[in-house]
């Protein structure tokens, strides 16, 4: 008789308060200060996920006629995600400037009193769109701290290469919601359980495949892509078993839902230049670069299809890159084909 699948009890889960502590030795300058942030940001994300989680009973209201659902709620939804990272980073304290896709300009966040150096770019709320169908969204967050010979924080200290970041994670509003992030030691992800209110280690040291059996992409946007891309859209779906082609495609229209896919089963994520788009439309500084260096600190790659996104010099806070980002052997493949070393048919 095979014994029953041993449930572990909720007291072995590590919270994510406990890790944070457990690693903070990972960052330089362990005052605790870091340790501060991440739970100033996974407080955020908390409320974040239960405003979420009424927005479908803000979905019914709104077919009532009483409010446009359409519109508004996803309007609503990323405003009120924006503010809610705002404020409990500007009540944390160990944030002095903040980058948000929902904001044109960056905003400061030091008081008087405060003395906090870290700088956080975010999408609040990405792929909101997809709410009112119900669909996983996210939010993503990059963390750098201000440069030692700066001592007032203003746009030209956040904009560093994805390299310099000292963190970088993200929140899937999905079946459960997940945080995952890294510090450069490794990809840990950690699942709400709403009935605590803990962020729990359920996914240790992620490692993302060298090779993966899927792609996402939006093909409606074929006919403006590049030769070597159209070649390699077509390569991939050529039949051949031995190579386990043709691959299969998911693409749901939420970055990160995609993304967080791709790292856990293997996959190739890529919205490519287009005529609508082209510089790309995902961002650079809080949607590219953080996805980066979660995805090669799990073993995977992120390029621009020219080069490395991580070593993007960045201009300005809101600038796009082209992204392809998922399974180390199918990015190379990518650049290959973009490069016109590999042609097909
Ligand atoms: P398209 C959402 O707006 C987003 O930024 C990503 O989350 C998503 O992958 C992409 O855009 C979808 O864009 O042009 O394919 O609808």
């Known amino acids: 008789m095979q014994p029953a699948s041993r449930i572990r009890e909720i007291g072995e889960f590590k919270t994510l308060e406990q890790f944070i502590i457990e690693r903070q030795?990972?960052?330089?300058?362990?005052?605790?200060?870091?340790?501060?942030?991440?739970?100033?940001?996974?407080?955020?994300a908390k409320l974040v996920n239960w405003h979420m989680r009424r927005a479908g009973i803000v979905d019914v209201f709104g077919q009532t006629g009483e409010i446009n659902v359409q519109g508004e709620v996803q309007q609503i939804m990323d405003a009120l995600a924006h503010k809610e990272f705002v404020r409990a980073l500007k009540r944390g304290g160990e944030c002095c400037l903040i980058?948000?896709?929902?904001?044109?300009?960056?905003?400061?966040?030091?008081?008087?009193?405060?003395?906090?150096?870290?700088?956080?770019?975010?999408?609040?709320?990405?792929?909101s769109s997809n709410i009112e169908v119900n669909v996983s969204v996210g939010t993503i967050f990059?963390?750098?701290?201000?440069?030692?010979?700066?001592?007032?924080?203003?746009?030209?200290?956040?904009?560093?290469?994805?390299?310099?970041?000292?963190?970088?994670?993200?929140?899937?509003?999905?079946?459960?919601?997940?945080?995952?992030?890294?510090?450069?030691?490794?990809?840990?992800?950690?699942?709400?359980?709403?009935?605590?209110?803990?962020?729990?280690?359920?996914?240790?040291?992620?490692?993302?495949p060298r090779t993966g059996k899927?792609?996402?992409?939006?093909?409606?946007?074929?006919?403006?892509?590049?030769?070597?891309?159209?070649?390699?859209?077509?390569?991939?779906?050529?039949?051949?078993?031995?190579?386990?082609?043709?691959?299969?495609?998911?693409?749901?229209?939420?970055?990160?839902?995609?993304f967080h896919r791709n790292l856990l089963k293997g996959g190739l994520y890529i919205y490519p230049a287009t005529h609508k788009n082209p510089e790309g439309k995902l961002r650079l500084m809080y949607e590219a670069n953080p996805l980066a260096m979660i995805v090669e600190e799990a073993g995977g790659a992120a390029s621009t299809g020219a080069g490395r996104v991580l070593d993007v010099v960045p201009t300005k806070l809101h600038q796009r890159v082209p992204v392809y980002i998922g399974c180390v052997d199918m990015v190379r493949t990518a650049e290959s084909f973009l490069r016109g070393e590999l042609r097909y048919p």
């Open 142 to 208: 990059s963390i750098y701290q201000m440069p030692d010979d700066v001592s007032e924080p203003t746009l030209e200290s956040a904009l560093q290469p994805g390299t310099r970041q000292v963190a970088a994670g993200y929140v899937v509003y999905g079946s459960s919601t997940m945080l995952v992030y890294t510090t450069g030691h490794g990809v840990n992800g950690f699942t709400l359980d709403p009935a605590i209110g803990e962020f729990l280690l359920t996914h240790p040291e992620i490692k993302t």
């Open 214 to 258: 899927m792609y996402s992409v939006n093909e409606g946007n074929y006919n403006s892509f590049e030769q070597g891309l159209k070649e390699h859209i077509k390569w991939m779906q050529h039949e051949d078993s031995d190579s386990g082609r043709p691959l299969g495609t998911r693409y749901i229209g939420s970055f990160v839902a995609d």
């Open 25 to 44: 030795l990972e960052v330089s300058e362990s005052t605790g200060s870091f340790s501060r942030l991440l739970r100033d940001i996974s407080v955020a």
């Open 99 to 127: 980058g948000s896709e929902e904001h044109s300009e960056a905003i400061p966040m030091r008081t008087s009193i405060d003395t906090g150096r870290y700088i956080v770019l975010l999408d609040p709320l990405d792929g």
